[in-house]
């Protein structure tokens, strides 16, 4: 993932909706002192413009408690996140998030609290051979960005991170799938190579999981449906290396 890109992608698109006045505000702590709402606000922005996005994080936090009832605690909530996201604490960011969607569910930023809550999740996707939850709940919150919000921009940019987590998750499935092809499993090899023909068909790693299949029927003593998994190999993606592996295997067998 390229955290440079998405992050910056993810600037752009809240300072459409979250943008306020932002004034310099040298040698701000987090420490507690009474300050007027704007004061307080513009210092954490500061700090957030100067890059500082874990000092500025904390004061967008005392902007919430000081001033709760504040339309600027609002704003502060969700700068919060924002803020937590770019320090990569991704599970406060999320906290913050899902705080303000709790106490403006119905707000004109909510679209873009429920992605950002989907980018802490994308974020920490880990390689396919760690455990995914990660990635299923990232796929998860993506969903939900489209499935709430269709039309907006956050849904077109979840659309096409569904396309990277897929491809993810039936990595991980094939990871798993060759490694009990390795311990002589047959039949759960099948089961995994078959979920990613089922579930994950137009990701980059189908072709290799009708070649697996291909082989793992005739491991079994079924090569009729070695040849059924060849055929639609051939059919789909007839000039592969895949399809070349399978075809030599169907030859050998029937030779």
């Known amino acids: 993932m390229t955290n440079l890109i998405i992050k910056a992608t993810a600037a752009g698109l809240v300072a459409l909706s979250l943008s306020a006045c932002a004034t310099n505000a040298n040698k701000v702590d987090t420490s507690y002192v009474a300050r007027d709402v704007n004061t307080l606000y513009s210092a954490a922005k500061d700090r957030l413009d100067r890059g500082q996005t874990k000092l500025a994080a904390a004061l967008f936090d005392e902007v919430e408690r000081q001033h709760p009832y504040s339309p600027w605690a609002r704003r502060a909530q969700l700068m919060s996140s924002f803020s937590y996201y770019l320090d990569s604490d991704y599970n406060k960011s999320i906290q913050s998030a899902q705080r303000f969607l709790s106490i403006h569910p119905g707000n004109k930023d909510a679209p873009y609290a429920y992605y950002l ?130 075809y030599e295997l169907i030859q050998k067998h029937t030779s």
């Open 117 to 246: 809550i989907a980018l802490n999740y994308y974020e920490q996707i880990s390689d396919v051979t760690r455990d995914q939850k990660t990635t299923e709940q990232a796929l998860a919150a993506l969903g939900e960005v489209i499935r709430r919000y269709p039309t907006s921009r956050y849904a077109a940019d979840a659309k096409l991170k569904i396309d990277l987590v897929n491809d993810h998750l039936a990595g991980k499935e094939m990871e798993i799938g060759r490694f009990y092809q390795r311990s002589g499993r047959w039949l759960a090899a099948t089961i995994r190579f078959r979920k990613v023909i089922d579930d994950y068909q137009t990701t980059s790693h189908a072709p290799e999981a009708l070649m697996r299949l291909t082989e793992s029927y005739l491991s079994l003593g079924i090569p009729e449906e070695a040849k059924k998994s060849a055929a639609v190999l051939g059919a789909n993606y007839p000039g592969s290396k895949w399809y070349e592996r399978a």
